[in-house]
């Protein structure tokens, strides 16, 4: 890289938070719309977009400058903007839109504490959010905007492997699966629709927990959910034994590694030889795109600085190593959908 390249891009960084903050303003006050809605007319100019949505020709004229700046729109020489294929994406990309909306209604704030989480392994931006020792407590408490932020994100990356992770799941039916870390119970539910005879219990934090059990009447299925309440970070967690398969997706992600090896061994103490164990995760290094290894890696940040202080998105090899130090091995290993892997795992 030229050095005044090397220096364009250090400015950019520098005035990144800018460029961010005028990317939500203009979607959020309908700008970007108008003007892809227009394109047929081959741009539209300041003023068209000041009259047809009442905001200052000031205020459109800054967003858009920036916005020409960092390559969002472009700019005529008859003065009328469009929308670049940036541009296009950070407004009409589903992806791009969860990773906008969890990182400005979750994170931003909190990410300016990311250097006292940093010097002492705690989450330093979650009092942004609330008062909780970590964000999972307090994920039934969010504000709805930010809540549905939280789970958009969290769901956007998980439900397009059901489909796959269903068949897989049920090559073998189990009778009982024990889903750790059930969420909002989606899973729970997709399994007793996809097969009439299993039964699932989740095992939660009291407040996803409730959240789940209620999604699970609501769909009908109250006699074939249950749940047991669990805070894995207690000194003597445990589940209980007669599971066919034990299902955690997204979920060891949330914790350290020394964290990791401890829930991998409650759970090996609850299986019998039969029983299988599936980890379903998005390993850093199991990516086939430059851009979701990136998505990964600032998703660590979250974990960081919000959600426990001491969590990540972790590779493969690190997984592999945990599991076999928790007295597993992988008898199967499979790529699941665009970021996913399954690790199927039996006692040793």
Known sequence: MRA???????????????????????????????IFDNRDKGGVTIEEISEALSISPYGIGVLLEIAESSSIVDKSEDDTYELSKVGYFLNFNTTASANINFTNQVCYKGLYHLKESIQTGKPAGLPELGNWNTIYEGLSQLPPEIQKSWFDFDHHYSDPIFDDALKLVFENPPKTIFDIGGNTGKFAIACCQFDPEVNIRIVDLPGQLNKALANAKSNGFETRIDGQEIDWLSENPQIPTGADLIWMCQFLDCFSEAEILKILKV???????????????????????????????????????????????????????????AGLKISKDIAVGEYHTMFICKKK
């Open 4 to 34: 005044i390249d090397a220096l364009e891009e250090a400015q950019r960084i520098a005035f990144a938070p800018f460029v961010f903050q005028a990317t939500i303003s203009l979607r959020e006050l309908g700008i970007f719309d108008y």
């Open 267 to 325: 759970c090996v103490a609850s299986m019998d030889e039969n029983t299988e164990l599936r980890i379903t995760e998005t390993f850093t290094d199991r990516q086939k795109f430059d851009n979701a290894k990136f998505i990964l890696e600032a998703t660590s940040l979250y974990f960081t600085v919000l959600a426990n202080g001491n969590s990540k998105m972790y590779s493969a090899t690190v997984f592999e190593r945990l599991i076999a130090e």
